[in-house]
């Protein structure tokens, strides 16, 4: 029962994220402030107002249209709710422990908003590395905690793996390097402290498999199925070493 509660809890606070992912997605690759103005209809420019702003509920009611002009918004903005929302909920139903819950979801909806922008076309930007390594560094404590030392190690191995295995292999444009680095080490290093012994291997192993496929005209994997796979070896990592 209070699994059920926290996967609830986890799915609610990913549709609410995903709200802001929105906006962060689109806001942060053009430079402009994630604040600053707040939510507009983009074509009355009409300020949207709490109502406005429930996540994929708002979008449904209003069956996709702009509540003051009628003009249609896009089915990704609901899209992308429901994608944290659901991705939010199944890291909480993985995992069996809350304590790295918190930490586990934001590197994974990072992996999630980099590869959004990645997928449009965009430069990823630097906030979404520096934020899932915070979240990783989080984990740090919290396994001395509860007493799992011994999985920092791994978890450093997953780190080291991973994050030479993206660098190697991963053939992304020179000033996107670093940040497909550290997006892809942070998801091994969840991996490895996840699942001591096997998820540091397992999510270097995708990385380094997905990245060397290099679809496409410019030969270069895109970000999200590097990130996928990734999320996969953290979510798989956490249900196999589940307490
Ligand atoms: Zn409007």
Redesign the pocket.
């Given at each position: 029962m209070a699994q059920l509660l926290t996967i609830l809890v986890c799915g609610m606070a990913g549709l609410v994220v995903g709200s802001f992912l929105n906006v962060v997605v689109y806001r942060l690759p053009l430079g402009m402030s994630i604040v600053e103005p707040p939510s507009h209809?983009p074509?009355?420019e009409?300020r949207l107002t709490l109502i406005d702003l429930v996540p994929v509920v708002s979008w449904l009611g209003l069956r996709g249209r702009?509540r003051?002009?009628g003009?249609r918004i896009s089915w990704r903005y609901p899209l992308v709710e429901l994608s944290t929302g659901v991705l939010c909920a199944a890291t909480a139903g993985a995992l069996g422990s809350v304590w790295p819950l918190p930490s586990v979801a934001v590197v994974v909806v990072c992996a999630l908003g980099a590869s959004i922008v990645d997928a449009d076309g965009g430069a990823v930007p630097l906030a979404f590395a520096l934020v899932s390594a915070l979240a990783a560094v989080s984990l740090l404590p919290i396994a001395v905690v509860l007493g799992h030392a011994d999985r920092l190690a791994w978890a450093a191995l997953g780190l080291l793996l991973g994050s030479v295995g993206a660098f190697v292999v991963d053939r992304a444009h020179e000033s996107q390097r670093w940040t497909r680095v550290v997006l892809l080490g942070c998801l091994a290093w969840t991996a490895g402290w996840l699942w001591p012994g096997g998820g540091a291997f397992v999510a270097a192993w995708i990385v380094v498999a997905a990245a060397a496929t290099g679809l496409g005209a410019t030969r270069r994997a895109p970000l999200a199925m590097l990130a996928a796979g990734s999320v996969v070896a953290v979510l798989g990592s956490a249900l196999i070493s589940r307490p």
């Open positions: 209809c074509s009355c009409t702009c003051h002009c003009a």
